[in-house]
């Protein structure tokens, strides 16, 4: 009898293990795959420009770079097929002097790019759970003076 609750629960974990997969990988396609997560990306770069709050941060940026890689990160974390090729998100933010309030400006303009491409709040929601343990490594404690 316990062989039986054993293999049972070896193919509940299975059966676990396969939805957390494709759980991450049904948040790439509520996004639209690759074409959708492309135009969240532009229409968000856009509004990013044009934000009093964050806009002069990115100055110097090359934004078809920052696009290229915005689109295949947002790839990566909603578990699509893609691979990053960017740079640690921590060495690149690093001396950038962004603070919280700018960090969810960013965050907010995203939302309000999802907003205009129809996305739902739900999967809305669903991105930003995975941007925002990112904070920690895109706003920095002010050295001291
Ligand atoms: C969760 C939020 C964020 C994500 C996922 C993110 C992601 C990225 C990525 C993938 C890059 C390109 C890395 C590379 O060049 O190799 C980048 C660069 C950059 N990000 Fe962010 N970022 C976030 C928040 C912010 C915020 C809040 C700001 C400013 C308000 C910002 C400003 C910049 C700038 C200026 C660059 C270009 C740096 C350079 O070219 O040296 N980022 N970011």
Redesign the pocket.
């Known amino acids: 009898m316990k062989i039986y609750s054993f293999i049972l629960a070896i193919l509940l974990s299975f059966n676990t293990a396969v939805h957390a997969q494709t759980g991450a990988a049904s948040l790439y396609q509520d996004l639209g795959n690759e074409a959708g997560i492309s135009k969240i990306v532009d229409e968000s770069i856009i509004i ?1 420009l044009q934000d009093a ?2 806009k002069d ?2 100055k ?3 934004i078809p ?2 696009a290229q ?2 689109k ?3 790839c990566v ?1 909603s578990g699509g097929p893609c691979k ?6 921590k060495v ?2 690093q001396g ?1 002097g ?1 603070n919280a309030a ?2 969810y ?3 907010e303009d ?1 939302q309000i790019a999802m907003d205009k491409l129809g996305i739902s709040s739900a999967t809305q929601n669903r991105l930003m759970a995975l ?2 343990p ?2 920690r490594d ?2 920095f404690p002010k050295p001291r003076t």
């Open positions: 990013f709050r964050i941060t990115f110097e940026t090359n770079r920052l890689l915005l295949e990160q947002f974390i990053y090729s960017g740079d640690d998100m690149v933010h950038l962004i700018q960090f400006a960013l965050a995203v941007l925002a990112m904070k895109i706003v």
